[in-house]
């Protein structure tokens, strides 16, 4: 048994059910073969029961398993950038705005980053000599541009979107007139790795 201090308590809902079914706390402990302060204690938060203990208190409260843990909910971070405190690089004359990084405690598999690419009239970004480990995946928000990979040429325009391996050689070019605005997601992230 774990002491006080628990980190999900659920012993109120026990107690809850136990007094709606009106059940003593001396009922329910010999059906389930503990004691009468061990049940009291669980209702108290006081001690965490084993798996085989609570599996057998919910049966003899007749109610299920999935009820006692229907509140838990496991807290997730949230990241949340604001638009006027977005990250912001400059490479050459592309422009990167940071939309988001994810950073996983199971490494580098999931871990994501997105960005808003801006790239001016006849810019470009990438290389047609060498790509990189990973995945992309490309939205175009405005402009037209045009996306050369492993020897093929991809015409992309405002709504397209486009996702591909990243360990081909890759270059993304200002096709149109105006600037070429896109949202960009990359794994593993590269661009603001160390931001």
Known sequence: MINSGLQY???????????????????????AGVSESLISQIERNKVSPSIDTLLTIVDVLDVDIEYIFRD???KRSVS??????RNTRTIGDITYQQLSSIISAEGKTHDIEAYIIEIPENGEKGSSEYGHAGKELGFIISGEGTLEYGGFNYN?????????AS???HKLKN??????????VTTP???FINK
């Open 9 to 31: 308590p659920f012993g109120n809902k026990i107690r809850k059910i136990r007094e709606k079914k009106n059940l003593t706390l001396k009922t329910v402990a010999s059906e």
């Open 72 to 74: 838990y909910r496991k």
């Open 80 to 85: 949340v950038v604001r638009s006027d405190e």
């Open 156 to 164: 992309l325009k405002k709504g397209d979107s486009v996702s591909f």
């Open 167 to 169: 360990d081909i050689p």
């Open 175 to 184: 096709s149109g007139n105006n600037v070429l605005k896109a949202m960009w």
């Open 189 to 191: 992230p590269r661009l």
